[in-house]
């Protein structure tokens, strides 16, 4: 039978701070909900409705489909001045669309349960406090649908393209990555990635059936080809590939807000959406930003005052929050990306954190981002920037995809935003560090601006297992 599985880390109560209602996303509308919200008087009661059509239809996936209407700040239509919804005061809660009744809980499909966690785009799940999930359980499960997947994703879930794992070791993979951010313990939110990879390299060099048994005894054989890492100077320093997925990622940020993907954008916008690439591919200039409010300055974003500045504890205890809740709903896409993508884009996504920390704190003319500003980009990557897989394969098909399923790429990602060599940052997680995962540990290799071999290592084909 399958199983939906709450997350037990998870505390939420809203305080009614309309953040959700102001996001850029179109909430769909399902068809035994269209009547009433079509059939009342809304100008009557409600003047700013007066004149709009309470729907717009916009394209998915090749389908028209019914979406609530939005304002031309791209708050929802039926937000009304006091922060609460109109639907749900002369309608019911009933009446609201599915997606804005499940917000802030999402349910990340496994081949055998679903996992139940929260987005932490939501300020009050970045705060944690109010009831657990474990006292909401029966409105959670009340709003939240099971999931029906094919029969054939029970048994194998994919480690990398074409390198199936069986789904025992898949949880124990992912319970080892989970407790490597476990929120209580000491360490650099960097580290805990590099960590996360070299577990990754280790599962990718055992033998599928003995994994599980390798991962519950730590009984690993010594990691080949665990490339050096190289601290980067200035975000351009990057790879180009790094880059690109940073790029892709911040899609949104830059794509116009009068299209919301609603229509398609005419020629010149495309061709003003390519110059808006190109900037944040080199780091530098200029872009209209859609979440920050003006132009983000790339090339102020690799300051030495930013790229020296290390997270509060608080702020790093948060983010590993965010990943743990993450991991199921990334790693167990086996439709769409694999588990080390999926640990990848992870990690590409907390990049875009600690991009828009150090825009929000530039724009504000601060010298380092405050803990508000992490706060604040958690909020926009949740809302706008997070889940980007169907911009890469629908914009960039496989070749994005595949720059996503190479751990050599994965692990130059990390050194985007690590404000010191790894080895620094895993001194600081208590030692507990292989010293081949990180060879600055031994104090030879703080090489500053050096770019990471991209040779010897399995890239999305999976490695050599022979
Ligand atoms: S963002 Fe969270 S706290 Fe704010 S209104 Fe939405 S659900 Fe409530």
């Known amino acids: 039978m399958r199983l939906q599985v709450l997350d037990n880390e998870i505390r939420y109560e809203c305080h009614s701070c309309a953040a959700c209602c102001r996001q850029p996303w179109l909430e769909h509308v399902e068809d035994d909900k269209l009547g ?22 916009a394209e998915v996936n090749g389908q028209q489909l019914p979406m609530l209407a939005k304002k031309d700040n791209g708050e929802c239509l039926f937000l009304d001045s006091d922060n609460l919804c109109v639907i749900h005061k002369e309608l019911g809660y009933e009446a ?93 939110l960097w ?6 990879i070299h577990v990754a390299l280790q599962a990718v060099q055992t033998e ?13 054989g010594t990691v080949q080809n665990v490339p050096p890492f190289a601290r980067i100077d200035s975000l351009v320093d990057a790879p180009l590939p790094c880059r690109l997925l940073l790029a892709l990622n911040l ?21 003003g959406l390519i ?24 090339h102020r974003l690799s300051a030495p005052g930013f790229r020296e500045a290390t997270p509060p504890e608080d702020v790093t205890r948060l983010l590993c929050r965010w990943v743990r809740a993450a991991f199921r ?44 500003d992490y706060h604040r980009a958690l909020s926009i990557v949740g809302f706008g920037i997070t889940s980007q897989v169907r911009a890469y394969q629908n914009v960039f098909r496989r070749r994005a995809m595949s720059l996503l399923e190479s751990m050599d790429i994965g692990w130059s990602s990390l050194s985007m935003f690590c404000p010191v060599p790894l080895a620094d940052a895993s001194n600081r997680a208590g030692g507990a560090w292989p010293a081949e995962a990180c060879p600055g540990a031994s104090g030879s290799s703080r ?14 084909d999976g490695p050599d297992l022979a």
Not at 116 to 145: K, M, N, W, Y
Not at 155 to 161: G, K, P
Not at 208 to 220: H, K, N
Request: aromatic fraction near 10%; proline fraction near 10%; include cysteine.
């Open 36 to 57: 009433p919200v079509r059939g009342f008087n809304w100008g009557a009661k409600y003047p700013q409705l007066a004149g709009h059509d309470p729907i717009l239809m």
């Open 96 to 188: 609201k669309p599915e997606a804005c009744r499940r917000f802030p809980f999402f349910s990340a499909p496994m081949p055998d349960a679903d996992h139940i966690s929260a987005h932490f785009a939501c300020p009050s799940v970045q705060e944690g406090s109010g009831p657990s999930i474990q006292e909401q359980r029966d409105d959670i499960l009340r709003t939240v649908p099971m999931s029906s997947p094919t029969r054939d994703t029970f048994t194998e879930v994919a480690l990398l393209v074409g390198h199936l794992i069986p789904l025992e070791a898949a949880h124990a993979l992912v319970d080892r990555w989970a407790g490597l951010f476990d929120p209580d313990q000491p360490g650099d």
């Open 191 to 196: 580290a805990r990635f590099a960590r996360a």
């Open 208 to 220: 599928p059936a003995s994994l599980r048994a390798a991962l519950a005894e730590d009984g690993f």
């Open 251 to 271: 899609w949104n940020d830059y794509y116009p807000p009068q299209h919301s993907g609603a229509r398609r954008p005419s020629w010149t916008t495309r061709m």
């Open 275 to 298: 110059g808006k690439v190109m900037h944040v591919l080199r780091m530098s200039g200029t872009y209209a930003s859609r979440y920050l409010p003006g132009n983000v300055v790339l």
């Open 329 to 372: 709903q990334r790693t167990f896409r086996r439709d769409r990306i694999s588990m080390v993508a999926g640990l990848h884009q992870q990690i590409v996504d907390a990049n875009c954190v600690h991009f828009y920390a150090r825009a929000v704190a530039d724009q504000a003319g601060r010298e380092h981002p405050q803990p508000g």
């Open 447 to 460: 090489t500053v601006g050096a770019r990471v071999p991209h040779s010897d290592w399995p890239g999305p």
